[in-house]
């Protein structure tokens, strides 16, 4: 108990900072995606398509981004570039329209931005600054020849892929440090499985053949087409020969038929 006359500085607690929700984890690593590729590309747009196909896929990105699904992905990059937060925006007009109706719905078509590939998405120039100087303070303190500081050095995506070793670190460090991984695309469609025909009457989709009793086939012996059956790689639906897109997760499926 403080006497008369006597002052007590005031003691003040910081409040801690909020783990940072799936919207801003996007942001971040397209932020970091993109700088670590090419950082000019920071100051001008991005195709649409190129940010969910090749910088932050969801197949190479779900751990990261601590996304569960495919739709829970869809409608975070959906408000990305409808400009929820004003990390983005998007044109043209009536594409960021389109989106932002999208977001406000009550049962949103969260894959809606698929249909817009060559929109052009703009990364708001203030908060990509914040985050590139977060980057550069980090690496700086990391390289200090003392050794001081408690960030690791920061191992990128390139080095991982040539054996290099995982740094050690604290696990709860900030998870901008981890090494993004890039898809540009190529990708191998799903290896067909063997359709078990245990039954008379199994005939060939493409020229209506018998195919053979007993049998595990995948080409039809008649017309050679094949008969297997594939999954999706991302959901797992049981797709067939010919299918362009998934009917369950809407994965575009190139290169089945």
Do not use: K
Not at 29 to 50: C, M, Q
């Amino acid at each position: 108990m403080p006497r008369q006359g006597e002052t007590t500085a005031a003691v003040t607690s910081a409040s801690p900072t909020p783990a940072p929700d799936e919207l801003e984890r996007l942001f971040r690593r397209l932020v970091d995606n993109v700088a670590e590729l090419d950082a000019t590309r920071l100051d001008g747009p991005l195709p649409l398509s190129e940010i969910h196909q090749n910088l932050v896929p969801y197949r190479t990105h779900r751990a990261v981004l601590g996304i569960e699904t495919n739709q829970d992905y869809e409608m975070t990059v959906l408000r990305l570039v409808a400009g929820e937060r004003g990390y983005a925006r998007i044109e043209p007009d009536e594409v960021r329209q389109q989106l932002e109706r999208e977001v406000r719905s009550v049962n949103p078509d969260t894959g809606v931005f698929r249909r817009f590939p060559h929109a052009s998405v703009w990364l708001d120039p203030d908060q990509v600054r914040v985050l590139l100087s977060t980057r550069t303070s980090r690496s700086a303190e990391a390289a200090r020849p003392d050794g001081g500081g408690t960030v690791a050095p920061a191992v990128t995506a390139f080095e991982l892929a040539e054996g290099g070793p995982l740094p050690e670190g604290d696990e709860g460090a900030d998870e901008t440090q981890m090494p993004f991984s890039l898809d540009l695309g190529v990708e191998e469609p799903p290896a067909p499985t063997g359709r078990d025909v245990s039954v008379g009457g199994a005939q060939c989709g493409y020229c209506g053949g018998d195919l053979p009793v007993g049998r595990t086939v995948i080409f039809c012996p008649h017309c050679g087409q094949n008969v297997g059956v594939m999954h999706c790689p991302v959901c797992g639906t049981e797709l067939d020969v010919g299918w362009q897109f998934c009917i369950t997760c809407g994965r575009e499926m190139a290169g089945l038929g």
